[in-house]
């Protein structure tokens, strides 16, 4: 069962430019990963200090078979 949240979200120009970065980087590393012959892990991480987010984290780890 899913619960849906009412968030208040900080709405800055700084923030609207990394969640564009982040969709964009999400897109990317999907394109990446789900190809045939990938095996590894891939991450995206991002630290955020009061409500803004400070810096966006892309892991791609591949395992050599």
Request: no cysteine.
């Amino acid at each position: 069962m899913y619960t849906i949240l009412m968030l208040t979200l900080n709405h800055t120009p700084a923030n609207q430019t990394k969640v564009n970065r982040l969709e964009t980087l999400l897109a990317e590393i999907l394109a990446e990963s789900l190809r045939r012959g990938f095996h590894g892990k891939a991450a995206i991480e991002w630290a955020v200090q009061d409500g803004t987010i400070q810096h966006i984290r892309r892991v791609v780890e591949r395992l050599e078979k």
